[in-house]
């Protein structure tokens, strides 16, 4: 049975639930950009560059992934040609998925934990990517974020049969899966493949993920997979000594490494995952650090407690955000809101406001105007551009010389405001008023959501018909309006960032002969041949289209004019070799012309000039072969 | 030398109802957002004789702007009544007045202290 098919059948039966994980805002629109293989850097960097936030982690991995020191990376679209478009569509997913799940209702599911262990697999993934190569950094971390997501599916499907399960699992002492069969028929592992593969993350992703629970895992897709997967154990065996600090025991014999080098491997994690912690405002990571190895069963005792509290207490308490740098105020604020059966969350400057906000996701933030540092205003711009703090409801506190520029409060993007100093039944009224407001709105968001994926199911129709108005019938390559556009897009982002750009026009010689003496058929047949031969030989970052005819053309971003006369004198000794068949005996050979982006040929126009011109030049000499410079002309003006 | 001044140094009547707000779930709240103050407007003096000797109007009135707040919930009126005129000198009016304010700011916050602690022993 594969991963794959595992968890096949129950997705679409857990689908109806409607409570899976699942990317929000930025989240959904990079899934739904990248559902196919055509999207391109642009798209998913256009998207990302929304969110100020997913920008910075994004850049914060980009960076850190840099083996050598270069440049610092400043910009999505430099992030994305050093680690790949496809490597940053896959960690923007995953980030997009710890900021919409911070909590749940499963009261008896240790979200923080939960978080700031998958984060610890992320990091351990990443650094023994770079110790062991062969997997890449990005992907690894990407991969050990996600390890365990299948957990928090459960407990957001079943949030009160989850708790029964983990009650259960505790009972019998590790036997989680067991109990998870038993109780939902479907245990954590299964769910969580078939979720990664819903989400489009590569098949080596699913495989790895898969192997986590086995010791006799079934063969693996690639050795790419293989190795992923035997990393990511290693990752999960590293991940409690990164909770706890730990620096005792070995690390797994495979990974060869000596007593120094583990120890520098693992303060290397440590500090990573303290600084993702921070980044990423898991509380766990940040304050609960030594606590980080009790037992769920002991967190599931004590948050069973808090549960059977809050149910005392039905709808009627807000988690609250409380802010203000006069420490009398605040004390008095909060003690009116708790006892009016608020959660409240203190906070006394601005930042650390911020911080909070993003670390307690509270659905009301009553704050303070004058404040040093960072101000009220502020505070609330602030929240406002930050996709996870975008909804919450604020209150601005002010005096009453201010009452005249309540205005710019609103303005800032302020629901209501307040003035100082403050009754406490009037400050209470307003307080319900907001959560009468916020019930609303978390109403019309959840509408929204089903609104975005019915949208998303359109645009998925919509994309299928665009990517058809792209792409070439007979090959299946990009066709010639793409080409354009593509190089047009690639070629800007190499001007921006002073890189290397080339192009490869390719001819099929003798291409009227074999249409004369074969008939369209066998010509058509050619030119698929070619084509796949083409496509395999390109790497990763090239795109191949057909101009039209029998002319196509490579774009190399990155690659210089020697790189890419290399990648065109490969495809054509490969063309050359390539044997077609059904009854066609002569060899196809190409002749290619190469060209760079360089000073005096930096538009479309000029590479595609000059590279035509150079394919004209390799016919001239004969055929079957690559021209990458102009030839010396015997007439040429001396200067 | 000082002038009289037109308040008393706290308004008992605010300390009173702070007491009835701490009821009996918490009685002493009274007394913990006194010492929240009276903490606080240490750190607050400091910033304040920073700011003049940088000649900084904007964090003066800031400052000042927070210990009015901090001392108008305890009922500190006379603290309270200085902040405010602190707060419309450093924004319009002569830097020195200000220094004069702020050493006038501190004999208030002592007077507080005195006033609290004569309150606690009394009790």
Redesign the interface.
Known sequence: MSAKERGGKPIEELKLAGNLPSPTGVGLAILELTRGEDYSMGDVTRVIQTDPALTGRILRIANSAASSPTQPITSVSQAAMRLGVRSVRNVALGFSLVSGHRSGECRSFDYERYWAHSLAVAVAAQVLAEETRGVTPTDAFTCGLLSDIGSLALASIHPERYAEVLRRACEQEGSLLLAERELLDIDHVQLGCALLSEWGLPESFVYALGTVDTREPELAPSPEAERLARLLRHALALAPRILTGSQEGELPEELELDVARTATVLARCRGDWLEWGRTLQIPSALRKAESAGVPKAELELASQRAAAEARAKPGCGLRILAVD?????L??IA?HLSRAGHEVIRATTGREALLAALEHAPQMVIT?W???DMDGLELCRTLRSTEECRGMYVIVLT?RDRESRAVEAFDAGADEYFL??FESRLLLARVRAGQRTIELREQVESDRRIQAQQVADMSVLNRKLEAAAMTDVLTRLPNRRFALRRLEEDLGIALANETALSVVMIDIDLFKQVNDEHGHGMGDLVLRETANVLRGIVRREDTVCRLGGEEFLVICPGANLEQAAATAERMRRAVAHHVIGYGYGRPVTISAGVAQREEGADTVDDLLRVADRRVYVAKAAGRDQVCSEDPPRSHAKSA | MSQPHPEPVLDLSVLAALRELGGVDEPGLADELMQLFLQDSLRRMSTLEDALALGDRVALARTAHTLRSSSTNVGALRVARICTELETIAREGEVRDAAFRVRELARAIAAVREAHGQLRRAA
Do not use: E, Q
């Open positions: 740098d006069d420490p009398v105020s004390r008095l003690l303070d004058m404040m040093p005096g100082k100093p």
